[in-house]
Each structure stands twice: as structure tokens, then as C-alpha cells.
């Protein structure tokens, strides 16, 4: 997980266009757009945290920065 990439994908595309993303990668096939990583499964952490910090902001009003810092809280606690 690479958190400029994150959020650059949070930046540069829309809810809609990630969670479209999210559909196709789970299908097995790329999305329209480019999503770096060092394979698959790490692309596809990257736009499913993409969609988290995206419906983080929409519900509790925040900015990208707080989100993004609430992201990786709730990974960090994850694996602890």
C-alpha cells in the first residue's frame, strides 16, 4: 500500500469512476484508467482504500488529509 498513490486516486477521479474501477478489478480485467502498483492485488488496495477515503469525506465532511490519516489508523489497528 502506497499512500501517494491513494491519494492521487482520490485527487484525480470521482466515487463513481473508482467504485466502477473497484467492479472491473474484481472481474479480473483493468480499469479505464491507470492505477500503479506493483501487482494486481496492490492496485486493487489501492482503489479500494481510494473508495474508503472518497465515502469517508461524503459522510463525515471532511478533507482528503483527515481521511487519509483515518485510513491508515484503521490499518495500522488492523494489524497490531
Not at 477515503?53 to 491508515?72: C, H, L, N, P, W
Amino acid at each position: 500500500m502506497k499512500l501517494p498513490v491513494i491519494k492521487q486516486l482520490v485527487e484525480n477521479h470521482s466515487l463513481e469512476e473508482l467504485k466502477k474501477a473497484e467492479a472491473v478489478m474484481e472481474e479480473g480485467e483493468m480499469p479505464a484508467f491507470e492505477v500503479k502498483g506493483e501487482d494486481e492485488g496492490e492496485q486493487f488496495t489501492h482503489v479500494i482504500a481510494a473508495v474508503w477515503v472518497k465515502e469517508k469525506m461524503a459522510t463525515d465532511g471532511i478533507d482528503a488529509r483527515s481521511a487519509m490519516r483515518e485510513y491508515t489508523q484503521k490499518v495500522r489497528n488492523s494489524i497490531s
